[in-house]
């Protein structure tokens, strides 16, 4: 399950009882990572991209409610302006945590999935071939995968995606 800092607390919880599972802290008891470990500090502390983030860590180092920028106008940007920066990362730490598994599947908090149709539906594809299963979404020039719909990543593509992997591509 991918999530973004502001429904983390409000919808995790949900999530795990429903038999998810997180590949990305500890949130009761449940190991979180961080999507945006490997992004240099450079960028964090300077990109327009990252203003919504510096606002989380401010609300966060204050105690104050998360959720509350998922509502409000209190930051500029928003999340979307990260994704570009933490799916593929989310992506490769999946990876690395897990190399062996046959399909990476990618869902938001508030997505739901059926799963026995999804699994009949896997059978028909070999996970050993480079196989991306999802919508696509456009944000300015560039394409996406979309999360909100969920995404499938077979197990021959991110071996593909762990090839080209490096911070300086993040970067670029």
């Known amino acids: 399950m991918i999530t973004g800092a502001p429904e983390l607390f409000a919808k995790l919880r949900y ?5 998810f599972v997180v590949c990305l802290t500890d949130v009761g ?4 990572y961080g999507s945006l470990e490997e992004v240099s500090d450079k960028y964090k502390y300077s990109h327009r991209d990252f203003n919504f983030y510096r606002r989380l860590l401010d609300l966060f180092a204050k105690g104050q409610d998360l959720s509350l920028l998922a509502d409000t106008k209190r930051a500029t940007g928003n999340g979307w302006d990260l994704d570009k920066w933490k799916l593929v990362p989310i992506a490769h730490r999946m990876y690395v945590e897990q190399p062996d598994i046959k399909w990476y599947i990618f869902l938001e908090a508030d997505a739901y999935m059926g799963w026995p149709n999804l699994l009949d539906l896997l059978s028909k594809f070999d996970p050993d071939k480079p196989w991306y299963l999802g919508a696509t979404h456009v ?3 560039v394409a996406f995968a979309h999360g909100g719909m969920g995404y499938i990543i077979s197990n021959g593509a991110m071996r593909m995606l762990d090839t080209i992997w490096n911070p ?3 970067a670029r």
């Open 29 to 32: 008891g449940h190991h979180v």
């Open 139 to 141: 944000y300015g020039d």
């Open 168 to 170: 300086q591509n993040i």
């Open 15 to 19: 999530n795990f009882s429903q038999r």
